[in-house]
Every structure is written in C-alpha cells, then in structure tokens.
C-alpha cells in the first residue's frame, strides 16, 4: 500500500489496524490515534535479509556481465594483466593488476627450473639492450644463486658501467651464465641501438631454435645523453625498431616469447651532469614510438615494468638508475610469468591456468542442473495453469507465512497473492533448496575454480588490520539489546562470543596478518575459545537435560550442520575434507565429547543428586579423556598409525597425502575441548551448590569478592598478552599456547558475566553473525578470499576499499543463505527417529563408495 493511501485511511478518522494495513509503528497517542508511518518507518521495514539477498544477487549478475566483457575484450590470460597494469601498496609491495604474484625464493625458482628440465625443456633467458636490460640481467642471475656466491661465479665479473665507458672491451656488451643442473642459459647481449649486428645476432638465436625462450628487448638510441629529440630522430627510431619486427614474430613462432622494456624515466633534478640533458618528455616521446611499433606484433610491451619505475622514481640511484628493490620487482614479474602455470602455487595466479574440473565435479553439478531443472519445470507448470484459471491450492503454513507478510493488502487481494506466490512454489521444499544450493555452488566454482574473476595478494599494515577491527566493535556496541536470559553463557550471549571471534578471524585472514606473531597468538587464542564453548555448550545440555530424547539423533543433527557445506564443498570444489580443517577438528571433537558423556553412566544433574558417586565417575571421564589425548601426542607415530588406517585416511590427509597438517591443528588444540567440559562441570556444581546466583539481574557475587575476582581475570587476560608479546618462537608459543589457553579463556567468560549489567545485555550485530558462524568461516575460502584463502576475491578492479564492502556484502548473504537452507535440508537428512537416521546414513555411506575408490581409499 502507498503512503498516501496510509495517510488517506488515517485520515477517514477511527480506523482499525486492519484499515491501516495493520501496520502499528510506535506508542498511540493521547487520544488513541496510532502513528502514521512515515516514509523512513517504511524504508527500515525493508531492510531485511530477504532484500539484502536480492541486492546481492543483482551485484552479482552485473559482475558476471562486466567480467564476461571483459573477458570478451582482453581475453582470459592474466600474463596480460601482469606484464601491463598494476599499483604499489603499503611498503612499496607491487600488487598486479587483476592475478596473484607469488614471491619467488632462492628455493623457488630452482625448484621451478628443475621441474622444467626434468621434462625436457630448455630454460633460455636473453636479454637484450641498454643499460637498464643490463641491471634486470644482474638481478636475475643473482636469483639463481646462493647470497654468498661471488661475482665470478656467474660467468661474468665485468663492472656493469664499463658498457658505457667509450674504452671498454666488447666484453661488458656479453655476459653469459648457465648452469647444466638446472638446464639454464641467460645471456646478455648489450646494445644502444638498433644496428645490422643487432639483426644478425637475432637472426643466429633463431637458428640455434631454443623453444620456449624468453627474450626481454629494451633499448633507445646511442646518443640519447646528448638530448635534443626531433621529430626526425624520432621517425628514424619507428623505422630502426620496425626491422626487429620480422625476427621477432619468427622467434615468436617458436614458442618463444619476447618482452619489449620500456625506458625508464629519470628524475631530472638529481641527474649527474652527462644526463643534464636527457629529459622525462624525450623518454615518454621514445617510448610512444614504441609503444606504436610493436603494438600489433607478437611482442607484449612490458608496461609494468615501467610502472614500477615510475613508483620508485625518487628512489632512483643518481636519478636515472632503478633501485635494486625495483629490478627484484621486475625479476619477480618474469618468474612468475615464466613458472606460475608450471608450480601452481596457489598464491601465484597470474600466468596460471584454471584448474581443470574432475568427473566428481561434473557428477556434482549434473545432480544439481537436474534439480535446478525440476524446479524450473514445475514452475512453468504452475504457470501454465494459472494462465488457463485453474485453481491453484496453497500449503496451509505456506498460506499463513504469506498473510503475515501481506498484511498490508486488502482482504480481497489476498488471493491472487497467494496464487503468485505458488507460481514460483514453496522456498521450504527440499527440492527449491538444492536448486539454490546449485546456483551458490556455482558462483563458488567460478569465483575460485575458475579465472572468470579477479585475484589480488593480500596486504598486511596496522592500518589495514585495527581499522576494521575497531569499526566492528563499534558496530557491535552500537546494536547493544537488553537479553531475555541472565544466566551465564546463555544462547544470546555464546551466540555474540562466536560472533565477533569470527569477524576477528575474518578481518585477520582478508589482511594476512599471520606473520605478526602476537597478533597470530590471540587469534589462535580465539579459536582455541570457540572449542571451549563447544566443549562447554554441549557438556550443559547433557548435564541439564539428561539427553532426553536420543542422543544419537542429537549427535547427527550436529554433525549434519557441521559438515553439510564442507562435504558439498568437497565434491564441487574438487577439495579434500581437511582443507576445511576447523570443521573436520570440530566435528572429532563432538565425537569424543558425546563418546565421553555417553558412556555409562551417564551423569547428569539429576543423576548426581540421586547418587553421589557420579562425581567421581565424572572425574574419572575426565581424566581419562586428558590421558587419551596425552598418549596420543607423546608419540606422533602412534598418532599417525591410527590416523592413516583405511578408510577414514582421507579425512585426514590433505591433498599429497600428508596427515601433518591434521597432527599441528589437533596438537595445538588437543585440551581444549575437555578444558571445555570441565570448566561446564564446575561451573554448574558451583551454581548447584549456590556459589553464585545467575538467576536475576544483579552481581554474581558479594562487592568485595566481585572486585578480587574481576583483578584476578583481568590479571589472567594480561598473563596471555604479555606472553603473546614476548614469546620470539612461534613453536614454543603454540606449545605453551596449549596448557594455558584456559586461564584468558575463563578471565574473559568473568569478565563478561560478573556485573549484572553486562550479562543482562547482549550485542545482536555480533549474535546474527555468530549464528551463521560456522557457515562465514568455510565460505570465505572461495567467495571473499581467494585462491583456496591465499588472495582477495576482487569483483570491482582499481577500487580496494569498495571491492572489499561489496565482495564482503555478498559473501554474508551467501553464508546466511546457506546456513538457512541447511535448516530445511537437517529434517530430511536426519528425522527424529533413530531408525530413519540409520537408513540415511547407510544411504549416504553406499554413496561414498564409488567416491572412495577412486580416490584410493579401498
């Protein structure tokens, strides 16, 4: 209903909430008239979760639109993108444009080379021109060896200014390097100019017919420290570089490719007086020249290397040298445009091929294309009918869903509303569910599986990680609400704990802030608190409830929610289980909190009060849960022999077979869930013993006892810090990290409870997120970061900080999607009955069957 209409019926006098569209917005007036909504009032009625989805699926219409053109224009390869565009970031970090630079080691590049030799290529590198090829030569070489190998080490001792001296052996116009082990030869071959020697020497490295070799060209004219650029001297220089154009495309020809280095601008005002001359605007003029030249021949024109010139420009040596830091930025571009395809590291995007599909994959997406299809055919027939005014019959629920939501129709409306909802069908079936879960996979594939969007490094600065923390605390603060519950840890308030843990970890993942070792620490810390609550969460239901109803069902319905989208993932990303470490650690540790508690007997509340001796039982569990796990990490062997049995080996390797991965993440939290289960224990004895009184509004405790127990936890909170801050090794942090998680752990939950004032209030911005908790921390592997979380997602290119809200907006819809149609899938997945559990989950086993032989696991 419009806002005229509104005011229309408030105006008639005395109506109904009915008559008002049954909108009721604020306190009644004095003389019993209700508030007339404004347009503001109506505009918040619409900002919902429903919407903010809609909103996110347009964003990412146009983005596959504006990507697809792209594409469409410029092509899929990034090498054009890493040899073009770029920008500088904090520190002087070169970030391509669009793709991922992996930073190229010692260790790396040899790796790479020995790979490539081991199948038969030949690993050439020519360099060829002025002085600034010369310097790019001499860093690249320097690549190749160790820090300590001396000059003459690398086949060439000449100083490399001698190429300029008018007396210098033709020797600084040569140099050579190769190493028979990795299969590589560099040469250099100086020149200043296009000349008949020049062409000779091309033509001579064409027959040699090195395949796959790289030339990197460069090169202006021999007096060009004399100044005085003309119009004439420029057309000869166009006539010079288009005799390189034929040997180019027939080294081109042989699969060899040929990288034209632009001149590097000076800076002007700190030249040595033989470049007094050589102006910025002559060099832009030349490299134009060039520019037009070989801008439709097989030569790429290496842009980027002019920008990164262009950035360093007032860190130039004498004002027209590139600084060393600039030539390892170029050496990086050539390996990674040389090696990325080969290595696929997967914080190397740029030159790297997509990631070809598996027949999983297609089995995967083929179920769902069905489904989809299903849905789309039933909707079409729905139509149809609806088209020849035939009734269409609405689900009770569904009937009373929808009223609710249209409420402020007219009564004689309700029935074409009704009838269009059923066109598009019922959002609760199973069916519709998959059919979206489908779409969502897909925009996963072509986010991370594909080279469909752009990828960026991430970029760690105080800056770049405390801002965004802060501004969510103040969002979380900002939406503070009064809780229902005063009890400690209650549903609001565990819901806000992992709620703001997650966005923590989020903004520590997009920012890379891993390499800071205290920041490492506490997000460790964070983690190893959101296992403390599982411990705790479901040790408080056993103990308060009994387990009434059946556990096994319980336990299912746990698991089903824990793994669903990380088992999905498994099969369209083409990903094994412990990639999603947190899920396989959560998920073994419910099995061993739901093996420990229901074993006989099983201890309860009620269970101790009718028979003492359940406390003694209790402590047995516990302890001899904390010797298991001890056992087990005294003797990695031990651990890696029960691990790597057949068939459940693959939910513990990663994809080379590797089970170190699963022994550092379970090590590092291996107490935590029975610190967890323990700290529930005491806390409901003491609670049952009236230690202290959760159930009001007011202090935990006395005002004497409550300030020596809030010193105490704010001492135990500082503890960590100040460990966190002098630990120097990340090892021995981690190992000390798991004896005494508890204590800041514990300082935080007193903290947070013991005034009355703060367990009574809640933050619901961090509650709504830490709903869908489980569901952020496994999508934002392909949906907000990228390359399997080593790189940003970026829809938006040239814009960081806008990329990032948006790629941000999106990847929460998804996540809140997800996790709600895991809610409609759970009841069919797992019902209530024990026995229909067993039939699914026999069901589901049959299926894995033929997944596990052709993964090895049988």
């Given amino acids: 209903m419009e806002l005229r209409e509104l005011r229309a019926a408030a105006a008639a006098g005395n109506n109904s909430a009915g008559e008002l569209g049954g909108i009721c917005i604020g306190s009644s007036s004095e003389d019993g008239v209700q508030r007339i909504p404004t347009r503001a009032d109506l505009f918040m009625e619409q900002l919902n979760a429903t919407n903010a989805k809609k909103v996110a699926l347009l964003l990412v219409l146009g983005f596959v639109l504006y990507h697809g053109l792209l594409n469409w224009n410029y092509g899929s390869d990034s090498c054009q993108w890493l040899l073009s565009k770029g920008r500088?970031?904090?520190?002087?970090?070169?970030?391509?444009?669009?793709?991922?630079?992996?930073?190229?080691?010692?260790?790396?590049?040899?790796?790479?080379?020995?790979?490539?030799?081991?199948?038969?290529?030949?690993?050439?590198?020519?360099?060829?021109?002025?002085?600034?090829v010369r310097l790019l030569y001499d860093r690249f070489v320097e690549q190749l060896q160790l820090p300590q190998a001396s000059a003459s080490e690398t086949g060439d001792d000449v100083d490399v200014d001698d190429e300029y001296d008018n007396n210098a052996s033709a020797r600084a116009n040569v140099a050579r390097f190769e190493d028979k082990k990795l299969d590589i030869l560099v040469q250099y071959i100086g020149a200043m100019e296009v000349s008949p020697a020049l062409i000779d020497r091309l033509y001579q490295l064409e027959q040699e017919k090195q395949l796959s070799s790289v030339y990197v060209m460069g090169l202006t004219y021999g007096s060009l420290l004399a100044g005085n650029v003309t119009d004439e001297l420029l057309r000869q220089y166009s006539v010079n570089l288009t005799l390189l154009v034929a040997p180019i495309h027939r080294l081109v020809a042989q699969t060899s490719r040929v990288l034209w280095k632009l001149a590097e601008r000076v800076d002007e005002e700190k030249l040595p007086p033989a470049w007094k001359l050589v102006l910025n605007e002559d060099i832009d003029r030349l490299n134009n020249v060039a520019r037009n030249v070989f801008r439709y021949t097989d030569a790429s024109v290496w842009e980027s290397a002019g920008h990164i010139a262009n950035g360093l420009w007032d860190n130039a040596i004498e004002g027209h040298r590139l600084s060393a830091h600039g030539q390892r930025l170029e050496v990086q571009l050539l390996w990674n445009m040389y090696c990325n395809d080969q290595m696929n590291y997967n914080d190397g995007t740029c030159c790297s091929s997509a990631e070809p599909h598996t027949s999983l994959q297609i089995v995967a997406y083929a179920l769902f294309g069905v489904c989809i299809a299903l849905v789309g055919g039933i909707c079409l027939r729905r139509w149809l009918l609806h088209m020849r005014g035939q009734t269409l019959y609405v689900p009770l629920q569904q009937q009373q869903q929808q009223s609710s939501q249209s409420s402020s129709s007219s009564s004689h409306s309700h029935h074409p509303a009704n009838a269009l909802a059923v066109l598009i069908t019922d959002y609760g079936t199973p069916l519709v569910a998959l059919s979206l879960l489908g779409l969502i996979m897909a925009y996963f594939y072509l986010c991370d599986r594909t080279n469909f969007f752009m990828k960026e490094n991430k970029y760690y600065s105080e800056?770049?990680?405390?801002?965004?923390?802060?501004?969510?605390?103040?969002?979380?603060?900002?939406?503070?609400?009064?809780?229902?519950?005063?009890?400690?840890?209650?549903?609001?308030?565990?819901?806000?704990?992992?709620?703001?843990?997650?966005?923590?970890?989020?903004?520590?993942?997009?920012?890379?802030?891993?390499?800071?070792?205290?920041?490492?620490?506490?997000?460790?810390?964070?983690?190893?608190?959101?296992?403390?609550?599982?411990?705790?969460?479901?040790f408080t239901h056993i103990w308060q409830t009994g387990g009434s109803g059946s556990m096994f069902v319980r336990f299912f319905q746990s698991m089903f929610r824990l793994n669903f989208l990380s088992i999905l993932l498994c099969f369209c990303m083409n990903r094994p289980y412990q990639f999603y470490y947190f899920v396989p650690l959560l998920s073994f540790w419910l099995c061993v909190i739901y093996f420990v508690l229901s074993l006989p007997p099983r201890i309860t509340s009620a269970s101790v009060?009718?028979?003492?001796?359940?406390?003694?039982?209790?402590?047995?569990?516990?302890?001899?849960?904390?010797?298991?796990?001890?056992?087990?990490?005294?003797?990695?062997?031990?651990?890696?022999?029960?691990?790597?049995?057949?068939?459940?080996k693959a939910l513990f390797v990663t994809t080379d077979d590797d089970i170190h991965e699963w022994w550092y993440q379970w090590k590092l939290d291996r107490y935590t869930v029975t610190f967890g289960m323990i700290y529930a224990?005491?806390?409901?004895?003491?609670?049952?013993?009236?230690?202290?009184?959760?159930?009001?509004?007011?202090?935990?405790?006395?005002?004497?006892?409550?300030?020596?127990?809030?010193?105490?936890?704010?001492?135990?909170?500082?503890?960590?810090?100040?460990?966190?801050?002098?630990?120097?090794?990340?090892?021995?942090?981690?190992?000390?990290h798991s004896y005494i998680l508890f204590i800041p752990i514990i300082g935080y939950v007193v903290l947070r409870n013991i005034s009355g004032i703060l367990r009574t209030r809640y933050s619901s911005f961090f509650a709504w997120f830490g709903r869908i908790s489980l569901e952020l921390f496994v999508c934002q592997y392909h949906i907000w970061l990228a390359a399997d979380r080593h790189g940003v997602l970026v829809l938006l290119p040239g814009f960081p900080t806008l990329n990032m809200i948006i790629t941000s907006f999106i990847f929460v819809c998804a996540s809140h999607e997800v996790h709600r149609l895991t809610r409609i899938l759970l009841p069919y997945a797992v019902p209530n009955d024990w026995r229909l559990v067993m039939r699914n989950l026999v069901i589901f086993l049959i299926v894995l069957i033929p997944v596990a032989r052709s993964d090895g696991m049988f």
């Fill in 609 to 648: 009060d009718a028979n003492p001796l359940h406390y003694l039982y209790l402590v047995c569990k516990c302890i001899g849960c904390l010797g298991v796990i001890t056992v087990l990490f005294m003797s990695e062997v031990f651990f890696e022999r029960i691990f790597v049995t057949r068939p459940w």
């Fill in 681 to 736: 224990a005491c806390f409901h004895i003491a609670q049952k013993y009236n230690v202290f009184d959760d159930n009001n509004h007011g202090n935990l405790f006395s005002r004497r006892t409550s300030i020596s127990v809030t010193l105490l936890a704010l001492l135990g909170v500082g503890i960590y810090t100040a460990f966190s801050l002098l630990c120097r090794n990340v090892q021995n942090c981690e190992e000390i």
């Fill in 88 to 132: 500088f970031k904090g520190d002087n970090e070169w970030q391509p444009y669009g793709c991922m630079m992996h930073k190229y080691s010692y260790t790396d590049t040899r790796r790479c080379l020995r790979y490539l030799a081991f199948f038969g290529n030949k690993n050439n590198f020519v360099f060829i021109g002025d002085r600034s």
């Fill in 463 to 538: 800056f770049s990680f405390w801002i965004p923390v802060a501004y969510v605390f103040a969002l979380g603060l900002f939406f503070t609400e009064e809780s229902r519950f005063t009890k400690v840890l209650n549903r609001q308030q565990t819901d806000e704990l992992r709620g703001w843990i997650l966005l923590v970890v989020l903004i520590y993942y997009m920012t890379g802030a891993q390499r800071i070792l205290p920041i490492h620490m506490h997000i460790k810390l964070l983690i190893s608190g959101y296992f403390f609550l599982t411990g705790y969460t479901h």
